[in-house]
């Protein structure tokens, strides 16, 4: 059985490389610029405003407590990415050795 697959493997890689053949030859050409180029600095936008805060509009941060239920339905999405991710790479796995 490993022989077989062995054989299998070198014939999938030794097929390719034989039907390539020799390549053509390439050549290489100078390109000759049509022109000088200019380069013009690009002018520096407008400078920004930046203002202070006054105490009454500064942001408010909170504990960020999550509920009960909320972390529950995350754990469960977690879970169930996991057993897709599992089930995609077995069938993948699965899919190479049948057509390998």
Do not use: Y
Not at 35 to 40: H, L, M, P
């Amino acid at each position: 059985m490993r022989f077989v697959l062995a054989l299998a493997v070198a014939l999938r890689l030794a097929v390719p490389a034989s039907a390539a053949g020799e390549a053509p030859e390439q050549t290489v050409t100078a390109i000759e610029p049509q022109g000088e180029q200019r380069v013009e600095p690009v002018p520096a936008p407008a400078e920004q405003e930046v203002t202070a805060l006054d105490p009454q509009s500064e942001q408010q941060v909170t504990s960020g407590q999550k509920s009960a239920v909320r972390s529950g339905f995350e754990t469960a999405a977690k879970v169930a990415l996991g057993v897709l991710a599992a089930g995609v790479s077995v069938g993948v796995m699965l899919a190479e050795v049948i057509l390998l």
